[in-house]
């Protein structure tokens, strides 16, 4: 008996053979799980995407209560491996969290940078087209690093940033966000240097000028865009609750939502830079995910 109900758990979570005959999951409320609570200038309004994503699926969804809570990287994915019922509101897609979890994509992401102070930028270990090598930076014990812990940068920057462990050089710390701290720790001397997205100096530039002591530079076998999507854990709860979320984003309107909210957190430059690859990528967002 334990084998057949083994059996007919992992078909339900494949997709396939007995879980079509099972009864529906009731999905009526997602403890929403976000980390990134920026706000970005538009004009002379200021916005924040991940609330703007939040209400734009609450309106849609109107038989499902979404219960916001913020929560770093490291604590979302803890939730989300003991399959608790909860969703990450914006997660990097790789391929241990594809193990994880079902997603539904939101964003094309451009690449992260490193940040780093602009009095320490001629001590990185640079190529000759500006870029940053990272496994020469790492390796270097006299410049400074922070991540947050638990944050994926992409597939590519995972596999860099997963070398030996024990590097005194590279602090994992924990925090209430995706690291937003971290900045400010660098502009104080704190640290030389962190990962992140191009959107974050466009934030912190609403702010003041305080960003004006810090340099984005491309990071070396690093410069393709990631996709980010929204995550729910792989149990036939999440499988129902993304194919909720999917549908609702799966149309012209939800493409059109999703590109303008990440039109504003991103420089112009960088917007026109990637036009083409989000008109293709939207395009696509624009109607429900196949399979899913």
Same mark, same amino acid.
């Given at each position: 008996?334990?084998?057949?109900?083994?059996?007919?758990?992992?078909?339900?979570?494949?997709?396939?053979?007995?879980?079509?005959?099972?009864?529906?999951?009731?999905?009526?409320?997602?403890?929403?799980?976000?980390?990134?609570?920026?706000?970005?200038?538009?004009?002379?309004?200021?916005?924040?995407?991940?609330?703007?994503?939040?209400?734009?699926?609450?309106?849609?969804?109107?038989?499902?209560?979404?219960?916001?809570?913020?929560?770093?990287?490291?604590?979302?994915?803890?939730?989300?491996?003991?399959?608790?019922?909860?969703?990450?509101?914006?997660?990097?897609?790789?391929?241990?969290?594809?193990?994880?979890?079902?997603?539904?994509?939101?964003?094309?992401?451009?690449?992260?940078?490193?940040?780093?102070?602009?009095?320490?930028?001629?001590?990185?270990?640079?190529?000759?087209?500006?870029?940053?090598?990272?496994?020469?930076?790492?390796?270097?014990?006299?410049?400074?690093?922070?991540? +947050?812990? @638990? !944050?994926?940068?992409?597939?590519?920057? %995972? *596999?860099? /940033?997963?070398? #030996?462990? &024990?590097?005194?050089? $590279?602090?994992?710390?924990?925090?209430?966000?995706?690291?937003?701290?971290?900045?400010?720790?660098?502009?104080?001397?704190?640290?030389?240097?962190?990962?992140?997205?191009?959107?974050?100096?466009?934030?912190?530039?609403?702010?003041?000028?305080?960003?004006?002591?810090?340099?984005?530079?491309?990071?070396?076998?690093?410069?393709?865009?990631?996709?980010?999507?929204?995550?729910?854990?792989?149990? +036939?709860? @999440? !499988?129902?609750?993304?194919?909720?979320? %999917? *549908?609702? /984003?799966?149309? #012209?309107? &939800?493409?059109?939502? $999703?590109?303008?909210?990440?039109?504003?957190?991103?420089?112009?430059?960088?917007?026109?830079?990637?036009?083409?690859?989000?008109?293709?990528?939207?395009?696509?967002?624009?109607?429900?995910?196949?399979?899913?």
């Amino acid at each position: 008996m334990k084998r057949r109900t083994a059996a007919l758990a992992l078909a339900a979570l494949a997709g396939g053979g007995q879980a079509a005959e099972a009864p529906p999951v009731a999905v009526d409320t997602i403890v929403w799980l976000v980390s990134n609570t920026m706000a970005v200038p538009d004009g002379d309004a200021t916005r924040r995407p991940a609330d703007e994503l939040t209400q734009w699926l609450q309106a849609r969804l109107p038989g499902v209560a979404f219960k916001p809570v913020i929560a770093n990287a490291e604590r979302s994915w803890v939730l989300i491996r003991r399959q608790q019922r909860v969703c990450h509101a914006g997660a990097a897609r790789t391929a241990e969290r594809e193990r994880l979890a079902y997603f539904t994509n939101t964003w094309l992401v451009p690449p992260p940078q490193l940040i780093v102070r602009r009095d320490r930028r001629d001590a990185l270990p640079l190529d000759s087209q500006g870029a940053v090598d990272l496994p020469a930076l790492l390796a270097d014990t006299s410049l400074r690093g922070i991540v +947050p812990q @638990g !944050r994926s940068y992409g597939p590519a920057l %995972d *596999a860099l /940033l997963a070398g #030996p462990a &024990g590097r005194p050089q $590279l602090q994992h710390l924990f925090g209430g966000d995706y690291g937003s701290q971290l900045l400010q720790m660098i502009e104080q001397g704190r640290a030389d240097y962190t990962l992140d997205y191009p959107n974050v100096l466009v934030t912190r530039a609403s702010r003041g000028p305080g960003d004006a002591a810090l340099a984005a530079l491309p990071v070396k076998g690093a410069l393709e865009p990631v996709i980010s999507g929204i995550a729910c854990p792989r149990t +036939p709860w @999440g !499988r129902a609750a993304i194919r909720r979320i %999917d *549908a609702a /984003l799966g149309t #012209p309107e &939800g493409a059109a939502m $999703l590109r303008d909210t990440l039109r504003v957190s991103l420089p112009a430059d960088t917007q026109r830079a990637y036009a083409d690859a989000w008109d293709a990528f939207f395009k696509q967002r624009s109607r429900p995910t196949p399979g899913l």
